[in-house]
């Protein structure tokens, strides 16, 4: 139901600020903007979905070998210890573990093209231990929010050498931190909303563990010479990918199943989610649009310079705030702001990089929940809007922050 006012929202208040543009500062081509944003928001999400379906039939394809030979077994095994504390609405073995676990695990190393097909066939394993199909899960809930981790921002370092960035990995060790105190705090609210108990053994130890990995990639990456963190870290990412998707294939050898037909019975299956997902993006993805043509976002970006100026805090950072809001409303929109960030202020400015440090901070919070939710047909999304924005939030302000620490 919060994503129905948010939608509505986006409407009306487009519409106010049209009128406004109108009647007040003569501005009468902005519903020629407006109109022209929403065919070409639906068009986007189209593309965005046909994408989508080439992705999903591949990984899904991969996965259900996974499944059939057996690695997704043992990997559920193998995180069932802390997700059943984290998820103990699911019981031990079950599928969703392993999908989730390769949708967290896809995330940290920044592949978003496979984290989103594995995303999706988590929820719809979720799904099938729902009793009330149209509304959302805690366990739902708290892997929205579990899958947002990002070890290795290879998108974002991409751009900034396309840019000319006289070193386009500076951001990475912002990076790192923010993201993972994004998804710290949105994991411990949601813990304390589901009364899950933060202190048990095995939770501890993982997040000790974890807090500590991702304090052993800091120092490594930190000791690396500067030219060589990106290179590192894309090799990182995409040999692991290449070496899970052989060890699914070989497992499938080894078991004696049919490895072809076991990756068309998974990609027939990514074919139809893909479908499924198609209106549900046309649905943000015009709002979104619309909301941003009429000029909203521009007068909030204003309105938070003059509050901040008021409040004495310093104001240079402003200049990368579309980035951030823009990053819970839409990946393509946030990209767009980042990269206009860059290139109005200098790739290697410091609104330029407090940009990139955002982009990769955070989820894009209502794509995610419209595509996973959608692909589901789960309406009633309970309290997921207010526990993720909560996590862009605190993503937002620590990037933010630390790039004052590293770029002032």
Known sequence: ???????????VIAFVVAV???F?????????????ASFSSARSAFDISLGLTGVLTLWLGLMKIGERGGVVAVLSRWISPLFSRLFPGVPKGHPALGSMFMNVSANMLGLDNAATPLGLKAMRELQELNPKKDTATDAMLMFLNASGLTLIPIGVMTYRAQMGAANPSDVFLPILIATFMATFVGLLALCIKQRINIFDRVILLWGLGLTAFVGGVFYYFSSLPEEKISSYSAFA???????IIVIFIVAGFVKRINVYDAFIEGAKEGFKTAVMIIPYLVAILVAIGIFRASGAM???????????????IDTEFVGALPTAL???????????????????????SFVGRVACTVQGSTDTTFYILAV???SV????TRYAVGYALLADVIGAISAITVSYFFFK
């Open 20 to 22: 406004v543009q109108t």
């Open 298 to 312: 521009d007068y909030i970006v204003e309105g938070f310079a003059t509050v901040f100026g008021w409040l004495g």
């Open 237 to 243: 990412a995409n040999s692991i990918l290449f070496t």
């Open 24 to 36: 007040v500062y003569g501005n009468t081509e902005i519903w020629t903007y407006i109109m022209n």
């Open 1 to 11: 139901m919060v994503l129905n006012y948010i939608w509505i929202a986006f409407f």
């Open 377 to 380: 047909g789960v309406r009633k």
């Open 372 to 374: 996973y939710f959608g």
């Open 326 to 348: 823009m990053k819970s409303l839409s990946g393509s929109g946030s990209r767009g702001m980042m990269v206009d960030a860059m290139s109005a202020y200098g790739v290697d």
